[in-house]
């Protein structure tokens, strides 16, 4: 079945950069687009960005434009979201999720299960 | 584009039929969706394009609308619907505020 599993918790200190990883299964990796969302806590969802499937070209909030870089390795079937430059703000439930399209109408179907990043001096 | 949802929370009885509304601020054919997230877990996508249900999601969830108006609707709510609501758009993936929807 479709799974997208994510890292482990992170705690960093403010300034600092952390990666988060979205290992994919189930399906084939470079059809289907990955997107990054954020839910800090108490907080509504906030859509940080995405990479293709098929290029793997990305695309970012303006918000995050400049702090957040989403790669991918397709041999490994993950994806990654590294942001940097953290702040106490940024403090979050960071989840991928798999874009799945029909006639040009996207939906996010399938989710991973959610990474804390905690962010605390 | 800016999403506005409301009621941002609502309480309601088992068995009645409560409407979420979303107003993007602007229109959007039917480049909408709606999700359910109950805490502590990840967000399920419940509708797509507006109105076309997810395979196993229950027939009492729908959704209507076009352009600038859209609703979801939950005919004969059960306990298991308790839970905050999201409508996204997806001309640039951009989520509403959501609304929890609680039991009485």
């Known amino acids: 079945q479709v799974q997208l599993v994510q890292s482990g918790a992170e705690v960093e200190k403010p300034g600092a950069s952390v990666r988060v990883s979205c290992e994919a299964s189930g399906y084939t990796f470079t059809s289907y687009a990955i997107h990054w969302v954020r839910q800090a806590p108490g907080q509504g969802l906030e859509w940080m960005g995405w990479?293709?499937?098929?290029?793997?070209?990305?695309k970012y909030s303006q918000k995050f434009e400049g702090r957040v870089t989403i790669t991918r390795d397709t041999s490994a079937t993950t994806v990654y979201m590294q942001l940097s430059s953290l702040t106490s703000e940024d403090t979050a439930v960071y989840y991928c999720?798999?874009?799945?399209?029909?006639?040009?109408?996207?939906?996010?179907?399938?989710w991973g299960q959610g990474t804390l990043v905690t962010v605390s001096s | 584009i800016q999403m506005t949802q409301s009621p941002p929370s609502l309480s309601a009885s088992v068995g009645d039929r409560i409407t979420i509304s979303c107003r993007p601020s602007q229109s959007i054919s039917n480049y909408l969706n709606w999700y359910q997230q109950k805490a502590g877990k990840a967000p399920k996508l419940l509708i797509s394009a507006a109105s076309s249900l997810q395979s196993g999601v229950p027939s009492r969830f729908s959704g209507r609308g076009s352009g600038t108006d859209f609703t979801l609707t939950i005919s004969g709510l059960q306990p298991e619907d308790s839970a905050t609501y999201y409508c996204q758009q997806t001309y640039s993936w951009g989520f509403g505020q959501g609304t929890k929807v609680e039991i009485e």
């Open positions: 999720a798999r874009e799945f399209t029909v006639a040009d109408l996207g939906s996010f179907d399938c």
């Open positions: 990479i293709s499937g098929g290029n793997g070209n990305t």
